[in-house]
């Protein structure tokens, strides 16, 4: 038995509206399925289920806004038999022993909770009830088994205002109606807080390489004189490609910082930052680029910015991205002094390709020449495994026809 | 086809890439990319969109003759039947 829950798409999303279900109650599902559509600040989200098995009970219906990690269903696999009712109603079995709830420090003054009952809720959770008055031992918490979240707590305080619920639990919150999607304001906030969070918790270093493109443009023109402008391959699809090769070589830049320590990724899913014509980013994640021929990766990246403008991305290509790169090429810029995207470890950004004079072998000649840039988290790796990085980027994009 | 029947289709295109930009405000000499911030995916896209309408594919070689509208224009009056 699993539950699918409201899941968390992005490192600042707090809560999503359930749009629709694509499935109801008894229909068999897929890991990799996609069952149910979310609206977030960014936009509607395809949201896949990560087991195979039954539904068994949908606990939330389309239009509730939900805080992330909240139940949505239950999905039992195959032959199990169903929950009885009641299970599934409530909140967590009683026999978990609830985490106890971290200690805040400093410890906002706290509610007396009767003997025998626990409540879950964080820190923050906790001192925002401080800050409002408002009793947790008497929230119904909506959160995984049952925590009291920062949505509960101000819902139960706007609830509160006219007549203070005195000793009997509020009653539990209505779903909230979504007001009328202002993706623009929402995007924004979004970027906001993922940008600011980088910056106030990633010590970023920054690496520069200028990397000489003539052979891997003199490549892909080749390439391209066979195919039908169809089929027509982007610079973008050799950067992509020697971004996972270099990967494969130096792995540390691929990951997370997560817990407090350093998480190497063994899968390639790069975040494609993807511009959307009335302002705003997207950085979806094309996933395994190391094992997806150029023709794949060309089709991929058609169908994810295809979808990423029309508003269409999937749960899974909104959160597992190893790396993020950004192509600021077709703008003009000549570097890109990236910020990472949290929890990950590192950005690589490119600049415009642009003829420059260029030495080598005691020759000067007219080159097309890129910047390459990394910004890395420092607590991750040293600046030495970045330089190995994109000295590895460059190997690369010197031999095209190995990518 | 007629200059004024080549420009519709242009223009077409251009509005389906970039909906709220006006290309009918752009100079023959404006480098139409930049004038309404097509990168260089959507350009590749829009030169697909005009090949399926008129039957003209611009190879990659021939891209800085159609960077402009002026350029595209006579690049695309020659070759179109």
Do not use: C
């Not at chain 1, 009885?84 to 706290?110: D, I």
């Not at chain 1, 509610?111 to 809720?121: D, N, Q, S, W, Y």
């Not at chain 1, 020697?242 to 899913?269: C, F, K, M, T």
């Not at chain 1, 570097?335 to 000067?364: C, D, H, K, S």
């Amino acid at each position: 038995m699993a539950e699918f829950r409201m899941p968390s798409l992005g490192a600042d999303m707090e809560a999503g509206t359930l749009v629709e279900w694509n499935v109801q109650s008894g229909d068999r599902v897929k890991r990799g399925d996609i069952i149910a559509l979310v609206e977030t600040d960014k936009g509607l989200i395809e949201v896949e289920v990560f087991e195979d098995g039954v539904v068994d009970k949908i606990h939330v219906q389309p239009g509730a806004k939900v805080p992330v990690g909240t139940a949505l269903a239950f999905i039992r696999a195959e032959g199990a038999a169903p929950l009885p009712a009641a299970a599934v109603a409530g909140p967590a079995p009683a026999a978990v022993e609830p985490k106890p709830a971290p200690a805040a420090v400093p410890s906002p003054p706290l509610p007396v909770t009767p003997p025998g009952e626990r409540v879950i809720a964080s820190p923050s959770a906790r001192k925002l009830a401080a800050e409002l008055g408002v009793d947790l031992t008497v929230i119904q918490g909506s959160g995984p088994r049952g925590a009291i979240q920062r949505a509960d707590i101000e819902l139960a305080s706007r609830a509160a205002k006219p007549a203070p619920p005195v000793g009997k639990p509020a009653p539990p919150p209505p779903p909230e109606r979504p007001a009328p999607p202002d993706y623009q304001a929402g995007m924004r906030r979004a970027i906001a807080a993922a940008m600011s969070r980088s910056n106030r918790e990633i010590p970023h270093y920054y690496l520069e390489m200028e990397i000489d493109m003539e052979r891997a443009l003199a490549w892909l023109e080749g390439e391209n004189l066979k195919r039908s402008i169809k089929d027509r391959l982007l610079p973008a699809v050799l950067l992509l490609k020697a971004v996972a090769g270099a990967l494969a070589d130096v792995p540390e830049l691929n990951g997370y910082w997560l817990d407090d320590r350093h998480q190497v990724s063994e899968a390639i899913h790069i975040g494609f930052a993807i511009s959307m014509r009335q302002g705003g980013l997207i950085t979806p994640a094309i996933h395994n680029v190391d094992m997806l021929s150029h023709d794949e990766l060309m089709g991929a990246m058609r169908d994810l910015i295809t979808r990423t403008r029309a508003g269409r991305l999937r749960s899974s290509e909104m959160t597992d991205a190893t790396i993020t790169v950004t192509n600021l090429g077709d703008l003009g810029v000549k570097t890109v002094f990236g910020v990472i995207y949290p929890p990950q470890v590192a950005l690589v950004g490119f600049g415009r390709i642009m003829e420059r004079p260029w030495a080598e072998n005691g020759m000067l000649g007219v080159r097309r020449v890129m910047s390459a840039s990394l910004a890395g988290d420092h607590r991750a790796t040293d600046g030495h495994r970045g330089s190995q990085f994109l000295e590895a980027l460059n190997k690369h994009l010197q031999g095209p026809e190995t990518l | 086809m007629r200059e004024a029947e080549l420009k519709e289709i242009i223009f077409r295109e251009l509005h389906n890439i970039a909906p709220e930009a006006d290309p009918a405000s752009l100079s023959p000499e404006e480098n139409i990319r930049e004038a309404l911030d097509i990168d260089s995916y959507d350009f590749l896209q829009f030169l697909i969109a005009i090949d399926e309408a008129i039957g003209v594919e611009i190879p990659e070689a021939d891209y800085e003759d159609v960077f402009t509208m002026g350029g595209l224009l006579n690049y695309l009056s020659v070759r179109v039947r």
